[in-house]
């Protein structure tokens, strides 16, 4: 059974998250952007056999440039024995970012002994390419490259979310004759969602509006992670408890109950779900005790949201158009401050977006064509104005 005190304090309450706008308790909130995740699973086939009384042992090295771009190792495969065309078990995880064109560099190795290093390894064969194509045709297969052999095999790459698809539970509780705690009024009651610890403990993963003098409390309706409030799994306990709101932070206790996203999925359709709230105290005390008031669920939806990769392993194309301002107000394209600038060695603005946006979208658009525009030039022969015409003619 949960510990509960009838006042509840700053200092008695653990380290909870937010929802749907609400903060617990002594959370520690970050302003880093969430960062996706992708494994690479790799194979090979038709590799150089690098020994003479066996076959190769192949191991892949993925690099990756850093900001200095520099390459720098980013993990290892298992080494596969004897095996000309092995099928490396151990993926390497990668931090995937759409907005930047990320390149990667995979390398094949021949280790003879488990300790050896790479240096002194056989080289068998390489492939730079960068993360986009992989992740827009989900599994890639290229040829490698080696500066002395000309047929070195080939490596295929696959790509997988980690994580991926999220499930999001859409929950709407009542309450129906709560505990009067306050002494001139009626109760001020919010509620809590707890998940549960692995050992056994909860901790706060939403708090509730606080709906004031009443007894009867509807709560509205807000999303949470699955994965937040339980971990995931549906049968994993989740504590709910009810509080009267005080303005100095010493909430009253009302009750609890503890269920399971299960239970509650499952008495979606019922006509009526009511948990009773429980008052350990004051079940001790009064051998007539029934509850601390009842709660009834309104409403429980499990619904499924996708990412962004999602869609675009999904076979989702993005597709770039460019459009390009020729009126006055760009300046002489012969002076440097013009945007349209022809001398620049590093190019003019233009030409600097269409290669900064280019670079990424290419991965993800089949042709790799962008069409491209122009508008407010006089076009010959005549000068006439144009606000639409091709740059190509």
Known sequence: MPAFSEE??????????????????????????????????????????????????????????????VWKETGRTEKASNDLNPVFVQPIQIVYKF?????????????????????????????????????????????????????????????????GHHEIACLKFEGMGLDKKDFFGKSDPFYELGKQNPDGTFTTVYRSETIEGTLCPRWRQHEINVKRLCSGKADQPILFSCYDHDDDGTHDFIGYFITTLAHLRDRANASTTVFDLINPKKAKKKKDYTNSGQVKMAECRVEKTYSFLDYIMGGLQLNCTIAIDFTGSNGDPQTPRSLHYIGAPEGNHYQQTWQAIGQIIQDYDTDKLFPAFGFGAALPPHGQVSFEFALNG
């Open 8 to 69: 509840r304090g700053e200092e008695e309450e653990k380290v909870g998250g937010s929802a749907d706008g609400f903060l617990g308790w002594g959370q520690q909130t970050s302003t880093n952007k969430q960062e996706t995740h992708i494994e690479l699973a790799f194979s090979c086939k038709g590799l150089r056999d690098m020994d003479v009384l066996s076959k190769s042992d192949p191991q892949v090295v993925l690099y990756m440039k850093n900001v200095e771009d």
């Open 99 to 163: 907005e930047e064109r990320q390149d990667i560099r995979m390398r094949v190795f021949d280790l003879d002994d488990q300790g050896q290093s790479i240096g002194m390894a056989d080289f068998l064969g390489e492939l730079e390419l960068p993360v986009g194509q992989i992740v827009a045709a989900r599994t890639l297969t290229k040829k490698l490259d080696h500066p002395r052999f000309k047929d070195c095999g080939t490596i295929s790459i696959t790509a997988t979310e980690v994580g």
